[in-house]
């Protein structure tokens, strides 16, 4: 089993639609959770990290379910912009730092 | 201003030729990690400082090396490249904090072995 397991997509979907993306880990010790964005041949950026609690920032909204294992995000009113691939990463606390281990990735399309 | 910074951002080696990527940091971060990351496949984490801590992934193969003589830079050597290792190789930083901590990322280095 992958450490951490997303969707590959594509996702194709209007400009306005709402997209949410899955992502479920293994490590159930791990501490840290983010969503990283990825576009066509450039390196990951950070999109947001991933609290308990559950976080929004603008129209992205993340969410934590320790529990299942489980993260998500949410996007709404989709711009092209948004056109990328959207990276989970947790991290596995290992000799005191984290070492980030990152998902395939779930490809999003926005089209016009 | 740029905070990882990788040279070169293209890299062009011929088979078997050892072959060496540079990263520095801006960021006096604890940790740097390489990753090496083929089309549309995840980061993969090849091995990661501490300090000068080194830890090596249990699969990296021994074709790859790494030094960091210093917190500011970090080389990944590739002794022989083959066909295979070419990839996009990905520098980053991070804190070693406990709590939710982002990593920066270089641009990469995209590496064709020909």
């Known amino acids: 089993r992958k450490e951490v397991e997303q969707d590959p997509g594509p996702f194709n979907v209007p400009e306005g639609a709402t997209v949410a993306f899955n992502c479920t880990y293994s490590?159930?010790?791990?501490?840290?959770f983010f969503w990283y964005r990825q576009d066509c041949r450039k390196e990951p950026k950070l999109l947001m990290s991933?609290?308990?609690s559950g976080n929004e920032d603008g129209r992205f909204t993340a969410q934590l379910n320790r529990a299942s294992q489980y993260i998500s995000l949410l996007i709404r009113d989709s711009k092209l912009s948004d056109s990328a691939t959207y990276l989970c990463?947790?991290?596995?606390?290992?000799?005191?730092?984290?070492?980030?281990?990152f998902g395939a990735g779930t490809r999003l399309a926005v089209h016009p | 201003d740029a905070m990882v910074i990788q040279n070169p951002r293209y890299q062009v080696t011929q088979f078997g030729k050892p072959v060496t990527l540079s990263c520095s940091q801006t960021?006096?971060?604890?940790?740097m990690y390489w990753y090496q990351q083929k089309s549309s496949q995840a980061p993969k984490l090849l091995f990661h400082?501490?300090?000068?801590?080194?830890?090596n992934e249990a699969d990296t193969p021994d074709n790859f090396q790494s030094r960091r003589p210093n917190t500011s830079f970090c080389f990944l050597d590739i002794r022989s490249p083959g066909l295979g290792d070419a990839a996009m190789y990905l520098c980053?930083?991070?804190?070693?904090?406990?709590?939710?901590?982002?990593?920066?990322f270089g641009q990469g280095t995209r590496l064709t072995v020909v």
């Open positions: 980053a930083t991070s804190r070693p904090r406990t709590g939710p901590t982002e990593a920066f």
């Open positions: 490590n159930s010790a791990s501490q840290s």
């Open positions: 991933v609290y308990s």
């Open positions: 990463v947790v991290t596995d606390l290992s000799g005191g730092y984290n070492k980030l281990i």
């Open positions: 960021l006096n971060h604890n940790v």
């Open positions: 400082y501490y300090d000068k801590d080194f830890n």
